[in-house]
Every structure is written in C-alpha cells, then in structure tokens.
C-alpha cells in the first residue's frame, strides 16, 4: 500500500507553517503602543505621502523638509495598503507590512534549518530567533522601521542563492536580485552584505565551483542586476534632478561616511565589541547561548569534514560583516538584526543533533511498517481519502502544538464551541496517533522524538509574546483627547517643546496633527508664559526633566500654579494647562505617570 504523503513539496509547507504561526505571534496587540522614536520618522513620511499625493518625495519630520537620507520602497509598501483601504491608518496598519516581512523572514530560516537538519532544527531555529526579544521588540521587527524588510531580504536572498549555487536556476537568481533590490530601495548600503557574503560564499574550495558553465552563470546574475538597475535607478534619477548635490550629500556624505568614519549622534559611538556584547546579552536572555555555541562547533565541523557550502554560507554569513561593521566608530545595536539568523540556525543545528543520531533508524522502521498492512483495523481506514484526512489533522496538531510552545494558552471559537489548549504534549500525541492512523509511519516517527523539544530553554520565545503585549500609548490617547478640544477652539493645538536634548519625534508626531510642534533649548516667558496663564490660548508644553525643574521653582517664587502633567518617557514632562487637563486621566490609563499640578501655599 503506498505511503500517504505531505501535499506539495516538503518546502513549502515547511515555510507555510513557520510564516503562519510567526505571523500570528508578530500581529499579537501590534496596535497597542505608541510609535517610537526612528518609527515616528517613517510613519510620518507615509502619512505625508498619502495626504499630498506626492510619493517621490517623502518629508521629513517636524518640518517637512524633504526626506532624502533613504529612498522610499518602504514607505510606498506600507503607505499604498493604507491608500487603497487595505489597511487601517492606525498603528496597527502602519506596522503590519513589517509582521508581514517579519513573518517571510520566519519561513526563511525554518527554510534553512529544515535544509541543515530537518524538521527539529527548523522549529527551534525559529524558536531561538523569536527569543531574541531586541529583535522583536526593540526597533524590531513589528515596528515600522526598516528592520524587518531588512532581515527578510538577507534571508530570502541568501536561501536563493544557495538553491542557484546547488541548482542553477535563472529564476533563483533573479529572486536573489529582487530580495536584494528590496534591501536597497529600503536602507540603501545596508544591503551591501548580501551580496558580500553570496561572493565570499563561493570561496569555498570544492569540485565544481560555479553550478554551470561561467558565461551561463553571468547570464543568470546579469537578468538579477538588471532588475535591480530598472528599478532602483527611476527613483535616484528623479531625486536628482530635482535636488542635485543635496541628494548626494545627504546619502552619500552624511549618511554613508560621517555615519561610519564618526557619528551623526554621539550616543552611537561605541567601542569595537558593543555588537559582540549586545548579542552575548540577547543570547544570554535566551538561555540559549550554550547551544548556539555546541552549534557553531558543528558548523565548522560539517565544514571542515564535509565542506558544506550550507554550513560555510552561514558561517560567512554570521562572522563576516559583524567583523565588518564592528570596525565603524557608529553603532546601534539593530544594525546586527540582519546577521542574527546564522546564530538561531547554529542552536537549532545543536538542538537537532541527537534527533539526527536515530534518523537512519527511524527511516528504515518506518519504511518496514509502511510496508505492512495492518490487520484488524476497519476496511474505511485504508481509504485514501481518509487517511488524508487524518494526515491533515496531524498537520493541524503539530500547529497547534507549536503555537502552544509559543503562546501558552490558546482559545478559538468554532460555530459557538470554545476550543482551549495550553500542552505541547497533548496535541503532538494526537499527532503521532493521526500519522500512524493514516500509515504515515515517516511523519509518525519525525515527531515522536520532538518530546525533547520541551527538556530544552526555549521558553524565551513565549517570554517574548508576553512582552509583546505593551498597551502602554499615552501619547496616542492624549492626542485622542485633546483634538475635540483643538477644534471647538477651546485649546491651541500642537505643542512647544522645551530642553536642552533632542526630544523623541513620538511627541511631534502626535502633536502635529493638531497644531505646529515648537521646539527650543530654553523656557521664555513671552513666549511659552501664555500658554501656561492666558485662558484664551492654553497649550501642551513638553519639558525636559530639568526644565521642568527650573520651571517648577520659578513658579512657586511667582506664586504661580503647576498645571497637572504626565511622564510618558522617563526625562520628559508634558504640562497640560486649561481645558488640556482633562486629559491626564486618559494618558495614565493608557501607560503614563501622573505628576500632578500643584497651587502654591496662600492662593
């Protein structure tokens, strides 16, 4: 009797299932916090573009200059679906292209871990990536930034690399040029490793080193190279022409050799080790560090035994350009986001050594029983039809199972009947008795060993989702509040804004929809005086720590009252005079700190 199989190739339901589970982990209260500072910069731009019309240019937050530091693929992608009404202006629109790449990337790596060592080393790849809680969750990957386009780009593009380098498929090629193009029209030099480490990747000494013929392999990357050219030059050539040299000196000068000979910000300076102890910590949060270390030694031993192009890709990969970008005097930790797969897939490679030992056992047992036709079992059994079935419930058990190990508790609805499940036990057994229901003693025998899965630290990723749950947007809902105010005229919309230091682009974000943001290093009387006293024109007025300070005991020497006020971020205050007032209660229960306004003694 012939072994029921998977539907499709094993791949695509590898990366079906990994992106679908990570998805529904990445859109997890996606909405529930305010954008953040470079996300306020970005989500801006969209928004510009889509109230003007104008999607060449995308300006620049709080004064509307034109925004030239990156060119705009990103801010089309998300600001398109909004356009259309595919998406809601929301938060949550604004980030969901992000969960979406966030979510390819995901299938990426199950991709290649289910290439390294199958179906263990995909799971708990995934599981170690979703660990790392930074990536996730700190200029992460379900924000809008640049990070998640950014880190499904390395991952795509270099899966297909390796398939042309083992394959030699022009189509494989040209995805290669597109994932790379989507890194260029995204972050610009950013995408610069990719194919550092495609070329670097070929230096592996072994027979055959290009997969065809030399002039058929130019050909190939010749169709990739043209789709990047085609695409990406329309853009820079517009840009071009209407400024000039700033397009350069933005781009090229500021943004490429002030960021990596010296620092746009002085708090990006950091010695030369700030990555490699960043990522030592978000390794150590995962409790997992151990077991990317034994997988790092693997790597180099498949390398060394084998000369496995995969293990030395990945190699390159995760080495190469830390060791390149750790010479720069400009760090940010999200600048490794790209290069923290490799890491994931050398835990998960560890992970699925000892599963590894038994595979050859488990085949032939399983090639033994799918042999046998099993007496005493009712004759609709052996149906094809229904032994799909049951195969598909397996599937289904093993998501089930895997969104358990992530999420903990889950709840569904079904035409009224409420569905609950919080054991990974309980749904893989279901799914080894399905499999060998249908007789697929392969798929039966894969899964039984995963009980190892749970005597291992990758608890981390479900630490990660609790995390994730931030319903922490102050600022949101204190713009909420103040518009009704702003348009019955009651109050004057916009805020000034009053320290020494930059202030996050967060608070001009919300406070630009309702007036001008005003900002200045020092308190002026004329000027932000009214905004305090004067009935006729109260304002929001953002202060630094000190200011506020100052400000405070100016005040009292005045015998003047402290209007109520908010701490949203740790070193700023936000004073909220008049009507405004009556917003501190929705800004604390959104998140925030109230600090309370104050008379002083006599009045």
Request: aromatic share 10%.
């Amino acid at each position: 009797m012939p072994a029921v199989r998977l539907p499709g190739r094993p791949g695509v339901a590898v990366f079906a299932i990994a992106a679908l589970i990570a998805g529904l982990a990445l859109v997890f209260d996606l909405g529930s916090w305010d954008v953040e500072n470079d996300e306020a910069i970005y989500t801006y731009a969209v928004e510009r573009m889509i109230d003007t019309g104008d999607w060449m240019t995308a300006r620049e937050i709080p004064n509307d200059f034109a925004f030239l530091e990156k060119p705009p693929l990103k801010f089309w992608m998300v600001g398109v679906p909004i356009r259309l009404g595919l998406l809601p202006r929301t938060e949550f629109g604004f980030r969901a292209v992000d969960a979406l790449l966030g979510a390819i990337a995901f299938g990426y790596v199950a991709l290649f871990g289910y290439r390294l060592a199958g179906p263990a080393a995909a799971i708990a790849s995934c599981l170690i990536l979703f660990g790392l809680r930074d990536l996730v969750l700190v200029h992460g990957i379900r924000s809008n930034n640049m990070e998640a386009a950014l880190l499904a780009a390395y991952c795509g593009g270099l899966y297909h690399f390796l398939r042309w380098r083992h394959g030699g498929t022009r189509r494989d090629a040209v995805v290669t040029g597109a994932w790379f193009t989507l890194a260029f029209l995204t972050k610009f030099v950013a995408a610069a490793f990719l194919p550092l480490v495609a070329l670097v990747s070929l230096a592996l000494p072994r027979p055959g080193l290009l997969p065809k013929p030399l002039r058929a392999c130019l050909a190939d990357w010749l169709w990739a190279a043209a789709l990047c050219v085609v695409a990406s030059a329309p853009w820079f050539v517009y840009e071009y022409v209407q400024f000039g040299d700033k397009l350069i000196e933005t781009m090229f000068l500021q943004h490429v050799f002030v960021r990596f000979t010296a620092a746009l910000d002085p708090i990006h300076l950091q010695p030369w080790n700030h990555y490699y102890l960043g990522i030592a910590r978000m390794l150590a949060e995962t409790r997992c560090e151990w077991l990317v270390a034994a997988g790092a030694v693997l790597l180099v031993y498949r390398l060394v035994r084998d000369r496995d192009g995969l293990a030395w890709t990945l190699v390159v990969w995760g080495v190469l350009p830390l060791a390149l970008i750790s010479g720069l005097s400009s760090k940010v930790l999200h600048y490794t986001y790209p290069f923290l797969p490799p890491l994931a897939l050398a835990g998960g490679l560890a992970l699925a050594a000892p599963i590894s030992m038994f595979r050859a056992r488990l085949d032939r047992v399983a090639d033994r029983l799918e042999g046998v036709r099993l007496r005493g079992l009712p004759a609709i059994l052996s149906r094809p039809a229904v032994r799909r079935g049951f195969l598909i419930v397996g599937v289904l058990a093993v998501v089930v199972a895997a969104i358990a190990l992530v999420a903990g508790s889950t709840k569904m609805v079904i035409g009224g009947l409420v569905l609950r499940n919080s054991s990974v036990v309980r749904p893989l057994v279901i799914a080894i008795a399905a499999f060998a229901l249908a007789q697929a003693w392969r798929h039966a025998l894969t899964w039984a060993p995963f009980a190892l899965l749970l005597l291992l630290p990758l608890s981390a990723a479900r630490e990660t989702l609790l995390l994730a749950s931030r319903p922490a947007h102050p600022l949101r809902a204190l713009h909420d509040c103040a518009r009704p105010l702003v348009e019955a005229g009651r109050v004057r919309g916009g805020a000034y804004a009053v320290s020494r230091d930059s202030v996050p682009h967060t608070y001009a974000f919300y406070a630009l929809p309702l007036g001008t943001w005003d900002a200045t290093t020092a308190f002026d009387p004329a000027v932000h005086g009214p905004a305090l006293d004067d009935p006729a024109q109260p304002r929001a007025l953002v202060l630094s720590g000190r200011a506020f300070s100052d400000l405070a005991m100016q005040r009292l020497r005045e015998g003047k009252p402290i209007p109520p006020a908010i701490r949203a971020h740790p070193n700023l205050i936000v004073l909220l005079p008049g009507p405004l007032g009556a917003c501190v209660d929705d800004a604390v229960r959104a998140g925030a700190r109230s600090v309370g306004g104050f008379m002083p003694h006599g009045t």
